[in-house]
T-cell receptor, first 112, second 114 residues
Framework: SQQGEEDPQALSIQEGENATMNCSYKTSINNLQWYRQNSGRGLVHLILIRSNEREKHSGRLRVTLDTSKKSSSLLITASRAADTASYFC????????????FGAGTRLFVKA | EPEVTQTPSHQVTQMGQEVILRCVPISNHLYFYWYRQILGQKVEFLVSFYNNEISEKSEIFDDQFSVERPDGSNFTLKIRSTKLEDSAMYFCATQASGRANTQYFGPGTRLTVL
């Protein structure tokens, strides 16, 4: 497996429902970030959580980090059709240099 | 809000040709990255650059690739002899300082190698 793997690979929900995406990684990290990408477009940074943090909130987003399990989750509450996108977790591994490793992403589809 | 810009937005080239992709970082940012994303696949780290030298590079970043900041502002990625498999979106990202800061991504350059 590779650093930063998300599940599910795809998620389809109704508007108003919550969406939860998970990410697992292999090595120790400095921080973990979640990004959003609309089809064919650039990446938008959503939230960064440091290795010594367990939970962060930003608007309708809630991110958790469990370094003992090497996993993170992204919760989007009260989803909207405009949340339809791919969501990636990205880790900054504790390798000394500056590097960011992306997972394969979760494709979220929110039905209106 | 300041943005990272990339040029060109789309580059079409023949196999074996050299291409240079350009990125204008956000002013005062110190850390620079290049990533690529093959269509339908995940974003792959290529290289990071700080203090005028490469900080880390991936296995993808072989001798065909190079990066530089020729004029202290633009950050470029050069592919010396393009291959068909280099066709991808190439994203530049910049970061203010320290690894706990947000990376800001440019809109990408779509490279098509024929």
């Amino acid at each position: 497996s590779q650093q930063g793997e998300e599940d599910p690979q795809a998620l389809s929900i109704q508007e108003g429902e919550n969406a939860t995406m998970n990410c697992s990684y292999k090595t120790s990290i400095n921080n973990l970030q979640w990004y959003r990408q609309n089809s064919g477009r650039g990446l938008v940074h959503l939230i960064l959580i440091r290795s010594n943090e367990r939970e962060k909130h930003s608007g309708r987003l809630r991110v958790t980090l469990d370094t003992s399990k090497k996993s993170s989750s992204l919760l989007i509450t009260a989803s909207r059709a405009a949340d339809t996108a791919s969501y990636f977790c990205a880790t900054d591994p504790n390798t000394g240099g500056f590097k960011t490793i992306f997972g394969a992403g979760t494709r979220l589809f929110v039905k209106a | 809000e300041p943005e990272v810009t990339q040029t060109p937005s789309h580059q079409v080239t023949q196999m074996g040709q050299e291409v240079i992709l350009r990125c204008v970082p956000i002013s005062n940012h110190l850390y620079f990255y290049w990533y690529r994303q093959i269509l339908g696949q995940k974003v792959e780290f290529l290289v990071s650059f700080y203090n005028n030298e490469i900080s880390e590079k991936s296995e993808i970043f072989d001798d065909q690739f190079s990066v530089e900041r020729p004029d202290g502002s633009n950050f470029t990625l050069k592919i010396r002899s393009t291959k068909l498999e280099d066709s991808a979106m190439y994203f530049c990202a910049t970061q203010a300082s320290g690894r706990a800061n947000t990376q800001y991504f440019g809109p990408g350059t779509r490279l098509t190698v024929l």
